[in-house]
């Protein structure tokens, strides 16, 4: 939850060429719906990390809403990440993993925690330890077909290096939802009430998040995501791709662009997901 703070200056060229990555998405998904016939939908009941198919995405995490996402998977997830970011007046990154544990019956906990370093122009880099990430969810079962739904809380705890933007403490509590559309496209969803800490005084304000997961091929699916929260006013659209290997892990990529004064200019979000079962 630890973001590095900036003022907003004019956009460089990353933002024009966005909406023409998020349209290319949208027109490949066309052509291969027309192209393939939508096979029966599978089991929502529960999230295997196994190796899936086009219409089965249980096993597809989001980017931004690793966390707050109403997925599950029965066993561990383990997925190392690299993130690099674009300032106004300084570049970042992040190196580290995110971890998803399946402890009882509808009930996951997970973790985020790594290297975080800033490099600010005309002045020294500095690295050092991020905050600890740490969420659980619980899952209602409502009995919906093809929908998923979980409230939970995430925190960022701060035992991190003031110097790299951690050292806060930060909270959300959250609702999430996962809805499996037509064409085997699952909708998602999340919203809360976000506590952050700002210096030496807390904001409070509401969360927001939603996205979409579209199968392109048998192993590709295309992730977008729009996630903001008025705590901060950051916010952040974002698109990538999931590549499946077997027997059920996942390489991973992700450009994401801030569109207020908040959110970094630009990032690469990598990642490769392992299963653990």
């Given at each position: 939850m630890t973001r590095m703070s900036r003022t907003r200056q004019t956009p460089g060229w990353s933002r024009s060429?966005?909406?023409?990555?998020?349209?290319?998405?949208?027109?490949?998904?066309?052509?291969?719906?027309?192209a393939q016939e939508t096979a029966p939908a599978a089991d929502r009941s529960t999230t295997a990390s196994a190796y899936t198919t086009t219409n089965d995405l249980r096993d597809v995490r989001?980017?931004?809403?690793?966390?707050?996402d109403a997925t599950w998977s029965e066993g561990i997830d383990v997925e190392p990440v690299a993130e690099f970011t674009n300032l106004d007046n300084a570049s970042g990154y992040f190196i580290g993993a995110q971890g998803a544990f399946w402890v009882l019956e509808?009930?996951?906990?997970?973790?985020?925690?790594?290297?975080?370093?800033?490099?600010?122009?005309g002045m020294n880099s500095r690295s050092g330890i991020s905050d600890l990430d740490v969420y659980g969810r619980?899952?209602?079962?409502?009995?919906?077909?093809?929908?998923?739904?979980?409230?939970?809380?995430?925190a960022s705890l701060p035992i991190g290096d003031a110097e790299v933007g951690a050292s806060n403490f930060d909270f959300l509590a959250f609702g999430a939802l996962r809805y499996e559309a037509n064409e085997g496209i699952t909708i998602l969803g999340h919203a809360g009430i976000d506590s952050r800490e700002v210096g030496n005084d807390r904001s409070m304000g509401i969360a927001l998040g939603g996205g979409?997961?579209?199968?392109?091929?048998?192993?590709?699916?295309?992730?977008?995501?729009?996630?903001?929260?008025?705590?901060?006013?950051?916010?952040?659209?974002?698109?990538?791709?999931?590549?499946?290997?077997?027997?059920?892990?996942?390489?991973?990529?992700?450009?994401?662009?801030?569109?207020?004064?908040?959110?970094?200019?630009?990032?690469?979000?990598?990642?490769?997901?392992?299963?653990?079962?």
């Open positions: 060429y966005f909406p023409l990555l998020v349209l290319s998405l949208v027109l490949a998904f066309a052509s291969r719906t027309e989001p980017f931004q809403a690793w966390m707050v509808g009930f996951e906990v997970g973790g985020r925690l790594g290297l975080s370093g800033v490099d600010p122009d619980y899952r209602l079962d409502l009995g919906a077909a093809g929908t998923d739904i979980a409230i939970g809380v995430l979409a997961i579209l199968p392109m091929t048998e192993e590709l699916a295309a992730i977008v995501e729009l996630d903001l929260t008025t705590a901060v006013d950051f916010a952040v659209v974002s698109a990538g791709v999931d590549y499946e290997l077997p027997p059920g892990g996942h390489l991973r990529a992700a450009i994401a662009l801030g569109i207020d004064d908040v959110a970094p200019d630009a990032e690469l979000r990598l990642g490769f997901s392992i299963p653990v079962y």
